[in-house]
C-alpha cells in the first residue's frame, strides 16, 4: 500500500466506511470484511476489544490476521484488560 495513501482508521466502523467507499463511492454499505478480504486504504486500526464469535472480532482478525489476534486477546485476558465498549483497546499497525 502506498504510504501516501495510508489511513489510520478509529474504529471498526471507520473501517467499513473506509473500505466502501473505496470500493464503490456509495453512501451506504452492506459489506461484510471477512478473512481473504484485500485492504486498500486502511493501514492501521485502533479498535476495541470486541465479543468473542463476533463480526467486529471477524473484521480485526481478517486485518490482522488470526493467529495475532488470538495472542493479543490471550494476553489482555491474563492481564485483566477490558473488553467491549468501555474497556481497553489497540492499536494494530
Keep these: 500500500m502506498d504510504a501516501a495513501k495510508r489511513v489510520v482508521a478509529v474504529?471498526?466502523?471507520?473501517?467499513?466506511?473506509?473500505?466502501?467507499?473505496?470500493l464503490s463511492k456509495k453512501a451506504e454499505t452492506d459489506l461484510f470484511i471477512s478473512p481473504g478480504f484485500h485492504f486498500r486504504r486502511t493501514g492501521a486500526m485502533l479498535t476495541n476489544f470486541h465479543l468473542p464469535k463476533s463480526s467486529l472480532l471477524v473484521l480485526v482478525a481478517s486485518f490482522a490476521g488470526r493467529e495475532l489476534i488470538l495472542e493479543a486477546y490471550r494476553h489482555a485476558v491474563n492481564e485483566g484488560y477490558r473488553f467491549f465498549s468501555y474497556g481497553d483497546c489497540m492499536l494494530i499497525l
Design 11 to 22: 474504529g471498526t466502523t471507520a473501517v467499513r466506511a473506509i473500505e466502501s467507499a473505496e
